[in-house]
């Protein structure tokens, strides 16, 4: 071998909004965006990433890539010092007025924090956004509401007049959007539904994205099904090796619901080419059970939670499918879609550790704070593998786009 150097990984520089406990940020910086400036207003979340992306380690030593965490109200941080500087703003706006579980109140709701999404790429002008938030936008009852959104995006800098109804304001968007005549800032965006379990992540987690590229930018970018589906899974269960894999007893192999309807109409001499969707057992199946206390305690964030309990609509978790989504919840952690299912029909809370693998988040990250709030963070995050297979789509755009 010659003495060249392997090329180093491009660095590209973003912003990340409303970073949780920071599961699209990891994703991201995996896919090669660093993060100059991270912001966030819950302390505990504030807490967790400062924990897990130190300015310096125990010896003191400055880290190669640390996260800056501003911690507080994004509407008093100012962007500007970032114009022209980065590659990507991301985040995650606070989903709560959308949330299918909560009170739906949408544009009348003062968590709404898309128009300050909208304000950062303005002040900044990134070369493309990357913006995360919940299935419950795409309701019929919200769809003007999700144009209007979409639409600020597209134009930035057609801000709101003060006092001026929303309405309003989607028609003058409309008028420019649709007008031949537009000098000003201008991003292409696409918006796509995506279910996390087709990506790897061990969970059925629906999340809308919204993708945009600066108008300079030739992106000709678009966003695949992804490689892992339902199909693969039962034909593995039915006729491949999963149940040996995970050494379970042959009458413990049970396949119901639709997963048995889809197995009637699989053929073992016809793989399908995909990748198998990623089960809660592959998650977590080799971690101890949390209940055999002297085992499990010298795991971190892997203490057992007690008194968990069915109720009508929630009945927790299958071990061999994608876990539920796993949820944060309007007035505490809803437990029917935090908690495993046994095969024999008992029921226990998932502990931090293990809905952090069902996030895949690092198995070495650190949560603060008691295990509902912990679970409030993880029910918040986007999983990490999800943001690192959206990052590496951008980032190969940007990457083409510049060498053309």
Known sequence: MSGLKPAKPIIRKSVELFAGAGGLGIGLADAGFIPQMVVEYDRWCCDTLRDNHPV??????????????VEGDVRLVDFREYEGKLDLISGGPPCQPFSLGGRHRAYDDA??????????????????FIFENVKGLTRASFLPYFEYIKLQMEHPEMVARDGEPWEDHLRRLEQHHTSTKRPDLHYQVVTKLLNSANYGVPQRRERVLFVGFRDDIDARWSFGSGEHTQEALVWDQAFGDYWDRHQIAKKARILEGRALQISKRLSKDEKPATLPWRTTRDAIGDLPDPEKRVTANS???????????????????????????????????????????????????????????IQTFPDGYKFHGAWSECMRQLGNAVPAELARVVGESVALRLDEAEAA
């Open 111 to 128: 968590r709404d924090m898309f128009p300050q999404a909208v304000r950062a790429v303005r002040e900044t002008r990134p070369r493309a």
């Open 56 to 69: 310096s380690d125990e010896a003191e030593q400055v880290a190669e890539h640390p996260w800056n965490v």
């Open 299 to 357: 795991i971190a964030d892997h203490k057992f939670q007690p008194n968990a309990r069915t109720y009508p609509g929630h009945t927790g978790s299958y071990l061999d499918e994608p876990s539920k989504t796993l949820k944060a919840g309007v007035h505490g952690v809803p437990g029917g879609e935090n908690m495993l299912r046994r095969a024999d029909g008992s029921v226990r809370y998932f502990t931090v550790r293990e809905g952090a693998r």
